[in-house]
């Protein structure tokens, strides 16, 4: 066995001893622990913008695109940010020990399904310092054991936030191993995680298509992706047209890099003329390519819309991640619901119209984590849905479909209380 | 591509379009379709009869064991007991559509989680021809599309069923690729299927060890587990002696080759003398075969337990099916626990005690699929939770755990209805 495996295979051990004794921490424990993280990460904050220091050198020197950069660079303001988001988990209600439901058979035994944590969660990441933070605590509320394995550009922010984390879980009398970060950043690492069924209850990969497909080929226990999103918003005929344009601005523009951001806009044929000429001084101010099929291009070119392309076969299936939107026109709700089902990814799709027997065709017929009538899909959040705290948005239909919080890090397990009962 | 390789993809390719269309066929639809299938599978009990006697056939001089060729074996009264058992699932409650929390924001945002169907589900299992019913009448109430991959022990019986139900099916107006089987029986079939992530989307294997490796090794779609048993009952200082020997007769004997029967029974040393005096001759005269760690093994002996062994290691995790049972002496609760966690399958366990402290702390600290205090263990199955209907017993920990009946066999999808709410 070689080295790394076995390394990895002891990270497994361990974190499965934690979670036994995690699962059994009060609440009162697990939110003092929450507490003292919240705290440490503050009093490290020297050495965690050291260590961040290390990690944007590199990046710089490697000349990685300005976003990423961004997206890895820490200050003493995004450390305070993330020490208040600590605060606001430990605030939530504990999801565990929750009876989800109970009932009395006739011959007497009592049956209850407990909500319970899942046991050993891995989570494989890039990029973002911030997910170390994010997914420690909420596996920590939950009462799961947490297995972090971070990308190698942010490896050094990793690690120091981790060793804050680990210490103020400690100090609040958590299992030292409640927490465990591997240092290791090559493929390998994740392969053998992928492959510890024995250790790891559940993988969730969060990045590109490359670190998804590996953890998806190896894994032998279940993965939760947070995969594309490709979004597409339906202007129906009957379609109020302020509102339309209003939602599908939104939607494109509010905040083009995240996977709930729209690609695709499909226009019924009867108002395409005045929905594109409304629409499109907004978003030519925004600078929004658009990519349009012949008869949208008619409409956007007799508009002398700028920067106007053909659409391709592959926009109608890309995340652009980017201030560029698809254009279709359709001839019906049909057509419209077949285009989002077979071009879509089943993330976030909405119905723009007045009409109500078609919204609820829409929201019927799209089998999509979350489907819309009238709204913009930028709301397909954790904290736009209330959940108060989200590990991520699951492209997964099961156990964790849409935005994925504290319950959805949960099991559950059925207690059954009797007083002697056999079967006969 | 290989022949095999996409034919298997070609049955893939029909059940997910055929999946598209079940979704949003009404309750009253599907339940007219099991009503028509079950009375096409008593129409068609002859040429099911035939092709179960060449199976039967085969077996017998292929030798299989006489358990195997009884499980296998069909007549009028088990196609009587199949069609019978499909009438009472169309008289269960749809769970398709049905709101499983719904909520406003305060921005006006009105969310729902509605319960849909999962897509196309397969089922790879072995022996029992009755399987194919029992899969395809659920996948078909829950509005699944299925894939059937049976064993080749019962190849012609599956193949007969299979097209009775589909014939059923199509003639109540369902599309007919809505139940497919696939009548391949090497692995192969078995690999392609695992692979075809694109076209199901969740995989449940029952069967043995060999099988299940199989599917885990190559899946990249979820896998839910139906996979060993290894029962434990432990018997408190304070249990109430003849409830703890009419459970633990009950839980072994009952039905020893189930998944659900118990495998071994800890005792507390302070009650071990007048709890194995209580239990050998009930146990003696049923014939079961005793392997006791040296205490037991010291008290029995004393007793002239026949048939007596000394446990060795692998006694404490092997599943016996069989009037085995492994007898170990524990010290105190905290040992019992330990013992369940590290040697049980975490399926089905047990605590006979009066003391309501430790049986709490039992139920709290045993994180089994199901945990009882005081009932017998037998009473994990989809009917005696009054489920109606059971696809078998989930051994893994996600979206199913424990008896699966027709909720686990669904999703969930976000409904979100706006008046026009963009985000700021």
Not at 54 to 67: F, G, I, M, R, W
Not at 150 to 161: D, K, L, Q, R, T
Not at 312 to 322: A, F, I, P, Q
Not at 381 to 409: V, Y
Request: aromatic content about 4%; proline content about 4%; hydrophobic content about 45%.
């Amino acid at each position: 066995m070689d080295d790394l495996r076995s390394e990895v295979l002891d990270f497994g051990k361990r974190a499965r001893a934690a979670a036994r004794a995690l699962a059994r921490m009060s609440t009162q424990r697990k939110n003092a622990a929450l507490l003292a993280m919240a705290d440490q990460l503050r009093a490290s904050a020297g050495a965690i913008l050291r260590a961040n220091g290390k990690d944007v050198e590199k990046a710089t020197a490697d000349q990685l695109s300005l976003p990423m950069i961004d997206r890895l660079r820490l200050d003493e303001k995004r450390i305070q940010g993330m020490a208040d988001g600590i605060r606001e988990v430990a605030a939530l209600e504990d999801p565990a020990g929750k009876v989800i439901a109970e009932w009395t058979r006739p011959n007497g035994l009592h049956i209850s399904k407990v909500r319970v944590p899942i046991g050993v969660i891995g989570i494989i990441y890039e990029s973002r310092p911030n997910v170390t933070s994010d997914a420690a605590v909420l596996c920590t509320k939950t009462g799961n054991a947490v297995i972090l394995r971070g990308g190698s550009e942010s490896i050094h922010s990793n690690v120091a936030i981790a060793e804050a984390l680990c210490a103020g879980a400690a100090s609040a009398g958590l299992p030292e191993d409640s927490i465990l970060l591997i240092p290791k950043t090559g493929r390998d690492a994740v392969r053998h995680m992928a492959e510890m069924d024995q250790y790891i209850d559940l993988i969730v990969p969060r990045g590109g298509r490359a670190l998804i497909e590996t953890v998806v080929s190896y894994a032998r226990m279940p993965v939760i992706k947070h995969y594309v999103g490709v979004c597409i918003a339906y202007v129906d005929r009957q379609a109020d047209l302020d509102m339309a344009v209003r939602i599908v601005v939104n939607a494109k523009t509010q905040r083009p890099g995240v996977c709930n951001a729209i690609e695709t806009v499909l226009v019924h044929r009867e108002i395409a003329a005045p929905f594109f000429k409304k629409i499109a001084p907004i978003l030519a101010e925004k600078k929004v390519e658009m990519r349009a099929d012949p008869d949208s291009f008619h409409q956007l070119s007799a508009l002398s819309y700028q920067p106007l392309r053909p659409a391709r076969d592959e926009d109608w299936t890309t995340e652009y991640l980017d201030l560029i939107l698809a254009a279709r026109t359709v001839d019906n709700i049909e057509n419209a619901i077949a285009h989002v089902e077979k071009c879509g990814s089943h993330h976030s799709d909405v119905i723009i119209t007045r009409d109500v027997a078609r919204a609820e065709k829409f929201l019927n017929e799209v089998d999509s984590a979350t489907v819309y009538w009238n709204a913009s899909t930028r709301f397909t959040d954790g904290a736009e849905f209330g959940f108060g705290a989200e590990i991520g948005i699951s492209t997964d239909k099961l156990h964790a479909r849409g935005p994925m919080a504290l319950e959805e890090l949960m099991t559950y397990k059925y207690v059954i209380r009797g007083e002697g009962q056999i079967r006969e």
